[in-house]
């Protein structure tokens, strides 16, 4: 018995890396007893997270910040458990440069997307505010969600950029992602922010934005998306054929106290206007 628990452990420490984590489920699929578990707790080869999630400890002279990191934390559940879900919105434009620049201060937003998104990674203490999004915005086509490699030049992220496990992490393309942050608007995300970021989205590749805006539900967000583009006027712009899109019918309101664009048929503050709609007032 202890030679078959011995072996198990072996296995364990040889597929989970230091800091990562895996929940109770991970364990029954690798044939690993409650009783092996509470051992290897009360023998330090894991740390007990919170119900049914555990951490294999990190070396004593790790930096702190690497515990409550939220990327070790995502790829835990992505690589580790096999859940399938993914980054998205603002939080995918962030990690791909695009609006760095506008998370100063608090803690960084991390926006969820999918129905397989474990219940305790919603629960866990870590560096991000997350919030959690069903896939309802668009059909069932999976286009525009790819692994993309880490920026690991953050001191949180120091266990990990040592690791031999650097594995990409399951994020949005800034095609899918300007859509999902646009569905945000007002709740969660607003129309400067996101004005913010059309402005650095020069390379938008349009046969993929089709794709997407012909896969999406919302007509508030393929108006809102039009209202932007048309305003930064970048070369993809002129790619993207508006006729093969369903824009909905009727009005549409979304800012208090806006104006109805006299195009797109959706109240959005005065400054997203075209200039001569503005100035005409």
Known sequence: ??????????????????????????MTRHVISRQSVSAYVKQGWLERVMQGLYRRPLPVEENAEATIGWKIA?????????????????????????????????????????????????????????IHRNEGLFGTDRIGIESNDLDLSENADAALSRSPWRWPIRVSTPERAILEAIDEIPQTESFHTIDMAFEGLVNLRPRQ?????????????????????????????????????????????????????????????????????????
């Open 74 to 130: 995502v790829l835990s559940a992505q690589w580790l458990m096999r859940h399938d879900f993914h980054v998205g919105g603002t939080s995918a434009l962030t990690l791909r440069g695009h609006i760095h620049y506008l998370q100063l201060g608090g803690a960084f937003t991390l926006y969820l997307y999918g129905s397989d998104t474990p219940s305790w990674l919603l629960k866990l203490h870590t560096d991000a505010r997350v």
């Open 209 to 281: 934005l089709m794709k997407l805006l012909i896969d999406c539900r919302s007509v508030k967000v393929k108006r809102l998306f039009f209202v932007y583009a048309d305003k930064h006027a970048h070369a993809w712009r002129k790619h993207i054929d508006l006729t093969c899109i369903d824009m909905g019918r009727g009005d549409r309101e979304l800012a208090r106290g806006g104006r109805l664009h006299p195009k797109y048929r959706i109240t959005i503050p005065e400054d997203l206007l075209p200039s001569e709609t503005r100035d005409g007032a």
């Open 1 to 26: 018995m202890d030679q078959q628990r011995g072996s198990k452990l072996k296995g364990l420490l040889q597929s989970v890396p230091p800091g990562f984590l895996v929940d109770t489920a991970w």
